[in-house]
């Protein structure tokens, strides 16, 4: 009989959503069997007085494993859920689980650390379905903004981590640009808190964590806006509310200086804006 290959093997793993487990099976009378006499003879290597050598040892736990096997206890689908930017073949790579192994063989704790070393991977958890289904699910991380430092972009996750060997420039278009050594720390609070003004937020591009204590922001149209180092909720408010009553975003404006309210507003003019508006 021919032998297929490990690589072979692998490629016939099924990495997709996973139906209903099918717990009742004819199989499981004799998986069952057979993981009973792995438990239980598993226990009385460990307990005997005599021991044996671990080759030995060994030598016994493949051939109850092969007989779970046999019994119906292998490999025989593989499902992945949540994945979506992590690449196929690396999930593949990092599981290292061949159909047809003895299902009881498989290290899910093992594979589960393989599969939070992949870039996209924030937590994973591998489950047993018996008899023959491993479950995958993942956790991916999720880019909030791209990180300018040093000339170069790295997408960084809502916890301010650099998402390691991924490509900033195939979402540079939809994300906004965190300029500052520290700017990542402190980008999903900023954020979070300047979504609160939906249509005020959507004009923004990018901001800078300025002085480690406070941010300006940078709108669709080039005015900056200076952030208070307290109180920036209600000055995000008092923002929205002359952008909605008295179109202060379309006026020739170059800097919005929110730093002295509740007191008073700065503004300061784009001279180029009013030439062109006199013309």
């Not at 030995?56 to 859920?81: F, N, P």
């Not at 809502?158 to 991924?166: D, E, K, L, S, W």
């Not at 906004?176 to 300047?194: E, M, S």
Request: proline share 6%; charged share 25%; hydrophobic share 50%.
């Amino acid at each position: 009989m021919r032998r297929v290959s490990l690589a072979a093997r692998r490629a016939k793993l099924f990495l997709r959503r996973p139906p209903r487990p099918r717990w009742v099976q004819p199989a499981m009378v004799g998986g069952g069997i057979a993981l009973a006499l792995l438990v239980g003879a598993g226990t009385g290597l460990w307990v005997s007085d005599a021991g044996l050598l671990g080759a030995a040892r060994d030598g016994v736990r493949d051939r109850l494993l092969g007989l779970a096997g046999a019994a119906g206890l292998a490999v025989r689908e593989v499902y992945a859920e949540g994945r979506v930017r992590t690449p196929q073949e690396a999930l593949r790579a990092q599981l290292q689980i061949a159909v047809g192994e003895p299902i009881l063989a498989v290290d899910t704790d093992a594979v589960k650390a393989r599969l939070e070393q992949l870039p996209w991977v924030e937590q994973a958890s591998v489950l047993r379905l018996l008899p023959d289904t491993i479950n995958v699910r993942l956790v991916e991380r999720r880019p909030l903004a791209l990180w300018q430092e040093g000339g170069r972009f790295a997408l960084i996750d809502r916890t301010g981590a650099v998402i390691p060997a991924a490509a900033p420039g195939l979402s540079q278009g939809k994300l906004r640009v965190l300029v500052g050594a520290q700017a990542p720390r402190h980008a999903a609070k900023l954020f979070a808190l300047l979504s609160t003004e939906p249509t005020l937020w959507a004009r923004v591009v990018a901001a800078s964590w300025v002085g480690e204590r406070r941010w300006n922001l940078y709108l669709d149209n080039g005015i900056e806006v200076w952030l208070p180092e307290d109180g920036v909720a209600a000055a995000w408010r008092v923002l929205a509310r002359h952008a909605h009553e008295n179109a202060l975003l379309e006026r020739a404006v170059a800097v919005i200086d929110l730093r002295l309210l509740p007191e008073r507003m700065h503004l300061r003019l784009d001279p180029a804006a009013l030439e062109d508006r006199g013309a």
